[in-house]
């Protein structure tokens, strides 16, 4: 069963600290795996999307790694700031046709960025 | 670019009566659209696939007679919750694909709908 795997579930840090948040993933075929920052009562927003052949991809303070062979995946958050309280979501997009590109989402990790 | 708006944001309706939510891509054309919907604390999940001009696709468990689906045009994607009942009450978020870019599966997601049934 194609499943992608988040932790940790909750995070509390600093404001101005770094941290980082982990994906792991089983789905294949894989296509890409893109992180989404969600904002409570608001839509996913996309902050990175990498194909298998990417390593790493950055947006600003958001920093993805990937890693295809062993399946997992980081978003590394720097300097962080208030704003950036929120669930952050990796899904894992299949290849092929069917339920094989279907979005595969995790259960997010919810960040509380305090001053 | 690639702004997608949702309308209303919340909704709060009594029991049996039934709601539409309007889904709409303001700067790009969207041969599908996709609905889902989100509990508190859990991941999106899919109801259903929606394609300019022909007949929803629904996910298994996602009762089609009762979220209606209609994609009329390019821009434009509406869910209708049916006879709307406590259970149904949930965010209900949409997404727009890019046209021609199905491989990819790009989604633009919209700010999400809430509806609350009593």
């Known amino acids: 069963k194609n499943q992608v795997e988040q932790s940790p579930q909750s995070l509390i840090i600093l404001e101005g600290k770094n941290c980082t948040l982990q994906c792991n993933y089983t789905v294949s075929p894989f296509s890409n795996l893109r992180w989404y920052k969600q904002d409570t009562g608001r839509g996913p927003v996309s902050l990175t999307i990498m194909t298998f052949s990417e390593n790493t991809k950055s947006n600003g303070r958001y920093t993805a790694t990937l890693d295809a062979d062993t399946k997992q995946s980081s978003l590394h958050i720097t300097a962080s700031q208030l704003s950036d309280s929120a669930s952050y979501i990796c899904?894992?997009?299949?290849?092929?046709?069917?339920?094989?590109?279907?979005?595969?989402w995790g259960l997010g990790t919810s960040l509380a960025v305090n001053p | 670019g690639a702004v997608v708006s949702q309308h209303p944001s919340r909704v709060i309706c009594k029991s049996g009566t039934s709601v539409k939510i309007e889904c709409r891509s303001l700067?790009?054309?969207?041969?599908?659209m996709f609905w889902y919907r989100q509990f508190p604390k859990q991941s999106l999940m899919l109801m259903a696939t929606s394609n300019e001009g022909s007949k929803a696709t629904y996910e298994q468990g996602v009762e089609k007679d009762k979220f209606l689906i209609n994609h009329a045009s390019l821009t434009l994607s509406t869910l209708t919750v049916t006879s709307a009942h406590p259970e149904d009450s949930s965010f209900y978020i949409c997404?727009?694909?890019?046209?021609?870019?199905?491989?990819?599966?790009?989604?633009?997601f919209g700010p999400g709908t809430r509806l609350t049934v009593l």
């Open positions: 997404s727009a694909r890019l046209t021609g870019l199905a491989d990819y599966n790009e989604q633009f």
């Open positions: 899904v894992v997009n299949g290849y092929g046709g069917g339920n094989n590109r279907k979005l595969i």
């Open positions: 700067d790009f054309q969207a041969t599908t």
